[in-house]
């Protein structure tokens, strides 16, 4: 469970440990701040993008590869990053860095593997529980580290923690799947029986939403942080702990009380808490009132409807179709 818990966290470090350090970066390259936020957005767009391989290719030629792949190229990229001459240059690495999202995704295939439907929901709420105390701290961790060694010490942290989890994954983790006999291209042709689901349907919009809410704000925290509320990257990294904090507490929640309550009925409570949080801070911003302290005490809920909401959305489009869990 450990090693899962360390798989799943450094794609989140990769997401959010820099994020004091957009404006540094950008003051080094002596771009817009607006450009450097691709370093979010595409390195995101780039996830989503590899995860429609990364399960068929998994399915096919079973967990184990593709998890030591995807770290190996991760740590080339990183280093990429670290020596780059230009902001183009670091952006193809950046990018370049996605591959660790095998990490989230077979992580989570892993304990469907080896748990049945109602366990699995339980077990991915402690998973992403262990995961989730990655945005309580690295933002601060990130933060300090740029004000006393600047930007590139939060890629040389990345680099490090990505070298070690590379040899706890080779020493400590087996393959949990029997490898498919079907070909990749007959592995994607199984995604009609997938995509023909409600089920399946229901339960990706669900975990879709809510982690487009979370990174939507990953985005933007940045830059409200610093030119809206003239925080320093530090403070920021403390503000930005609330998301992680109700993160964690959600899917602490989820791990205790999914199997007594329902992986449905979850969903639609976190859903709910998730908009509330959301609106709550609409209208609070739109009255002008409680500047940083509800702009991100507002995210804690959020975070807690998310650690509710994406756990069970998980174990329930795994379940779907349990011989397609990697692809779905």
């Known amino acids: 469970m450990t090693t899962l818990i360390l798989l799943a966290g450094i794609g989140a470090m990769t997401m959010n440990v820099f994020l004091p350090s957009l404006p540094g970066i950008a003051d080094h390259f002596d771009i817009d701040y607006k450009l450097v936020q691709l370093s979010v957005a595409g390195y995101l ?9 990364i399960g068929p290719l998994a399915d096919r030629y ?3 590869p593709l998890l030591l792949w995807g770290l190996g190229i991760f740590l080339v990229a990183t280093l990429g990053c670290l020596l780059a001459p230009n902001f183009t240059t670091f952006m193809i690495f950046r990018l370049l860095q996605a591959t660790v999202a095998g990490g989230m995704v077979l992580s989570r295939a892993i304990v469907r593997d080896v748990n049945t439907p109602d366990r699995a929901a339980a077990a991915m709420g402690y ?32 680099f490090s923690c990505g070298f070690a989890i590379l040899i706890l994954t080779w020493y400590d983790l ?81 791990g205790q009380q999914a199997a007594r309550i329902g992986t449905n009925r979850m969903i639609m409570s976190g859903c709910l808490i998730v908009s509330g949080g959301m609106l709550f801070s609409l209208l609070c911003a739109y009255a002008g009132i409680g500047g940083e302290y509800v702009f991100f005490g507002a995210m ?29």
């Open 45 to 53: 767009g780039v996830s989503g993008f590899l995860q429609i391989f």
């Open 62 to 64: 079973g967990r184990r």
């Open 127 to 158: 998973v992403t529980m262990g995961m989730s105390m990655v945005p309580m701290f690295a933002p601060v961790l990130g933060g300090i580290m740029d004000e006393l060694f600047g930007w590139k010490s939060s890629f040389w942290l990345l």
């Open 174 to 254: 087996g393959e949990t799947a029997k490898p498919s006999d079907l070909s990749v291209l007959r592995q994607f042709a199984e995604y009609p029986e997938l995509l023909k689901s409600p089920r399946f349907w229901g339960y990706s919009m669900a975990a879709a939403t809510c982690s487009g809410a979370f990174f939507a704000y990953i985005g933007g925290a940045p830059f409200v942080a610093t030119s809206v509320y003239g925080l320093t990257p530090t403070q920021f990294g403390i503000f930005n702990a609330t998301s992680g904090v109700g993160y964690f507490l959600g899917n602490w929640f989820t």
């Open 300 to 328: 804690a809920f959020v975070g807690f409807g998310s650690g509710m909401t994406i756990p069970c959305a998980n174990a329930g489009m795994l379940s779907v179709r349990p011989h397609l869990a990697g692809t779905a």
